[in-house]
């Protein structure tokens, strides 16, 4: 085979390779996704990873169980959540949480250790 | 005093644009006055941050909350520690970090190049003092770190809690050094751009700052995730977050950069490439400060309403244009001088290396701005979780590896198939040896991957070990000498090649870690009174009893009240005790009640880890203060008005109280087979690049040598 010829192959090959590779890259990722959902967008019958801030006065420990209400970022429709498991170090009332889980006769029943809580800032304080 | 620093700021700002406007007018006329007045004024720059970091460093000493920032980030009771280093904790005190560290690294480089590449350094010079100048414009404008209070408040909010831990406070300035470090390479490349040389000087004149910027960023990405592993409570190390993928990016294209500038060193190709990557690498940095700072993409980390995220952005784009358009508009003069003369060779196999580190960081690239793309496509804010990014980067990181072991041994041009049996015999066998003992005494099976990356581990080391054995040898029957002598002085004499092998063996065995800890951990959540006990991998632990401290906890981050216990544990005869503890910040919300703000302020998990070489025990408790709920809101409506040490009483008695009936505390326990080789693995590879980065005798002879040569020719021209 002729040099040019050749790298011309090369190039062929590289790119078609790097296509498929983006094109594996953007399936996998909007196929993997998780959609972030309002407490107000909810509704029973299919689970929900939602993104709420935690209502101010709401947080009720129950032994194991953890109770509190999560509200829309700028709203103030709420859901009661019920949560069990690992409570995140910076988990407090007025901060950002995500929780995932299934809206259950009103409550919103939250999967264990599905908790993750967002830091009001990372350098200071809220 | 806040006048002068904010004074220092402003004429930092116009220093640095005189340096701008000398520098391009003594690079466009070539009068060295003009070139020389711009470089000196980069160094009044330096002179210039370095007081104001000074005088902000001692505003924080002092407690002087005249300054809003020192009110926002520092206290009275902040360890002294914590105090120095809450200045970079804060947005403007790190972007007058920045800015120090920006100008120090500039002076630096232009102090040493003053008398070379006389064609490239005034361009070079402009570029450094437009980055000043947007950081100093960024303080003087928008962020100043010198702002003052009309009224002080009598104490200030304090360092947030959650950083108060050593790692996390030396992480930013290792992070800043790197992102830093490489704007000097950058720099560099546009001013060869700029002026036509486009040769391989810029990169010899650079190349130790990048790769000493390499290995600072490395250290500040280790540092991150021990504080992870030891602070956060949670037990991770890595959680592919916005702010841990945004420093990464620019160190794995500065990986891909480090390894084909020695292409264009030693064959002159790949030159587009080669200011493409560290074009890329520089705005990587940019963007990793960027997306800490404007929190753009609501991360545990980054968040706030930030008032400089448009500048950013603006700053951003202008680099990627003016980048672009030189290397387009000096296409010409990028023309390899070499062709790729097989795809056998070294600098094949470097530029395989090249394609997957920017893969990968491409990957984590469109991870991390996922959310973004995904509400630009489809309207509805979605992310991808961290089993996408290892989903996707463990394959290409097991290629990586592979190739960390294969890269190094391979001759450049070409190399025949014989002498591809030589080197990789030895390995070889090696990993069908490990491969056997793995399957024969362990379950590493289980998990595919990471059975394959002890495989590639295993590989490279041999590797490695090979080229040091093979060196030593020889160069023993030359000279004679002792094999540690002979080890030594092979490394010396050729510093580059054997600090990259160092490194390529520190990698792999980071890598090691971190395939282990990740598919083999055992971890277990329980709640426990004392006395009861559990088993997590055959640890049997037991609850003896709670604690409560007052003041002074034991890391020395100033809480004022810790609630910890303390437990047993037992392994194969083997017992020690492990003290994890809680503390507990006072809050300064002032709706809470006087002795409540005590319990319900911020509160971080102090973890105790038993660190081991082949596994670690990891414990975190978090204790039920339920039961003092009613007790401190009665306390709240008695003792409002007391005075403070009648309030101190209570809360001892409120500890006092917790100690001696405890409820029942949550115990988070891990078992992590090898983690503690991921900081060993990224201490070898800092040694390594540090091996690297020294010069070496020979290099500095021959530059005395050639300075005493020029110096000759000088004098014999005016005799």
């Given amino acids: 085979m002729d040099p040019t010829r050749k790298r011309k192959l090369r190039l062929v090959v590289a790119l078609s390779a790097a296509l498929l590779l983006a094109t594996a890259l953007i399936y996998t990722s909007f196929s993997a996704s998780t959609e972030a959902s309002k407490p107000s967008e909810i509704k029973p019958g299919r689970s929900y990873e939602v993104t709420g801030k935690v209502v101010k006065g709401s947080i009720r420990h129950r032994g194991d169980d953890l109770r509190f209400r999560i509200r829309d970022r700028d709203g103030t429709q709420s859901v009661p959540v019920e949560y069990t498991g690992v409570v995140p170090d910076p988990f407090r009332e007025g901060r950002e949480v995500i929780v995932s889980g299934e809206l259950e006769n009103g409550t919103f029943v939250a999967e264990r250790d599905s908790l993750v809580t967002k830091c009001p800032s990372k350098f200071t304080k809220s | ?719």
Avoid at chain 2, 108 to 128: E, G, H, K, Q, Y
């Fill in chain 2, 1 to 719: 005093m806040e006048g002068v620093g904010s004074a220092c700021l402003a004429v930092a700002l116009l220093t640095a644009l005189y340096a701008v406007a000398a520098s391009i007018y003594g690079g466009r006329t070539r009068r060295r006055a003009w070139i020389s007045s711009g470089r000196r004024a980069m160094y009044c720059v330096a002179a210039l941050s370095v007081t104001a970091f000074a005088l902000l460093e001692s505003a924080f000493l002092r407690s002087d909350f005249s300054y809003a920032l020192v009110a926002e980030g520092s206290s009275r009771d902040t360890p002294t520690f914590y105090k120095v280093t809450a200045v970079w904790a804060t947005q403007d005190g790190s972007l007058l970090l920045w800015v120090t560290l920006l100008s120090i690294f500039s002076t630096t480089v232009l102090f040493l190049t003053r008398r070379s590449l006389r064609d490239i350094t005034p361009w070079a010079t402009a570029v450094l003092g437009c980055i000043a100048a947007f950081f100093l414009l960024l303080m003087v404008g928008w962020e100043n770190p010198f702002d003052t209070l009309a009224v002080p408040p009598p104490d200030g909010a304090g360092l947030n809690p959650l950083l108060r831990h050593p790692a996390m406070m030396i992480h930013p300035p290792m992070l800043y050094t790197g992102y830093v470090g490489f704007s000097i390479p950058f720099a560099f490349a546009i001013g060869a751009l700029i002026a036509r040389r486009t040769g391989a000087d810029w990169i010899r004149a650079t190349r130790r700052f990048a790769l000493i910027a390499w290995t600072f960023l490395g250290t500040g990405i280790m540092l991150g995730a021990l504080w992870s592993y030891t602070e956060l409570g949670w037990g991770g190390y890595w959680a592919w977050d916005p702010v841990e993928n945004a420093s990464v990016m620019p160190w794995l294209v500065g990986t891909a950069f480090l390894h084909s500038i020695m292409v264009q060193e030693k064959r002159g190709m790949l030159k587009v490439w080669n200011v493409s990557l560290i074009c890329a690498t520089f705005t990587l940095a940019l963007m990793g400060t960027f997306l800490v700072r404007s929190g753009i993409l609501e991360s545990i980390h980054a968040f706030g309403a930030s008032t400089i995220g448009v500048q950013f952005l603006v700053f951003i784009g202008l680099v990627i244009a003016v980048s672009a358009g030189l290397i387009i508009a000096r296409l010409p003069y990028l023309r390899s001088e070499a062709r790729l003369d097989s795809l056998l060779s070294r600098e094949a196999f470097f530029l395989l290396n090249n394609l997957v580190l920017v893969g990968l960081c491409l990957v984590i690239l469109w991870g991390t701005f996922f959310p973004l793309i995904s509400e630009a496509i489809t309207g509805t804010e979605a992310s991808v979780g961290p089993p996408w990014f290892n989903r996707l980067v463990t394959p290409l990181a097991l290629v990586l590896v592979l190739l960390t072991a294969i890269g190094p041994m391979l001759a450049w041009r070409r190399f025949s198939p014989s002498s591809l049996r030589r080197i990789l015999t030895v390995p070889l066998a090696v990993v069908a040896v490990v491969l056997v003992v793995l399957l024969a005494l362990t379950n590493a099976a289980d998990s595919p991957p990471s059975l394959a990356m002890f495989c590639l581990v295993a590989f490279v080391l041999a590797a490695v070990g090979q080229e040091l054995w093979r060196g030593t040898v020889a160069r023993r029957t030359v000279s004679g000498e002792s094999w540690p002598r002979a080890l030594a002085r092979l490394t010396g004499r050729n510093r580059r090649r054997y600090g990259g092998f160092l490194v390529h063996a520190g990698i792999a065995v980071l890598f090691l870690g971190v395939a282990a800890s990740s598919a083999f951990l055992d971890q277990r959540d329980v709640r426990l009174s004392p006395g009861e006990s559990f088993e997590v991998n055959g640890y049997d632990v037991t609850y003896r009893e709670a604690t409560a401290k007052l003041g002074g906890d034991s890391a020395g981050t100033g809480a004022p009240i810790s609630f910890g216990a303390v437990l047993d544990v037992r392994k194969n005869g083997k017992h020690f005790v492990l003290r994890p503890s809680r503390n507990y910040y006072a809050s300064s919300d002032p709706s809470l009640g006087t002795i409540s703000r005590f319990f319900e302020g911020e509160a971080t998990s102090e973890v105790d880890v038993r660190w081991g070489l082949t596994r670690d025990f990891w414990l975190a408790v978090r204790p039920d203060i339920g039961s003092l709920e009613q007790p401190i809101r009665e306390a709240d409506a008695k003792f409002a008005d007391s005075p403070g040490d009648v309030q101190a009483l209570i809360i001892a008695s409120l500890a006092e109280r917790y100690r001696s009936d405890p409820p029942p505390a949550a115990f988070r326990a891990i078992a992590s087979p090898l983690v503690v080789w991921i900081w060993i693995g990224g201490g070898i590879a800092v040694l390594g690049a540090l091996v690297a980065a020294w010069p070496s005798p020979e290099a500095r002879l021959r530059r005395v040598r050639s300075l005493y040569s020029a110096r000759v020719g000088q004098e014999l021209s005016r005799a």
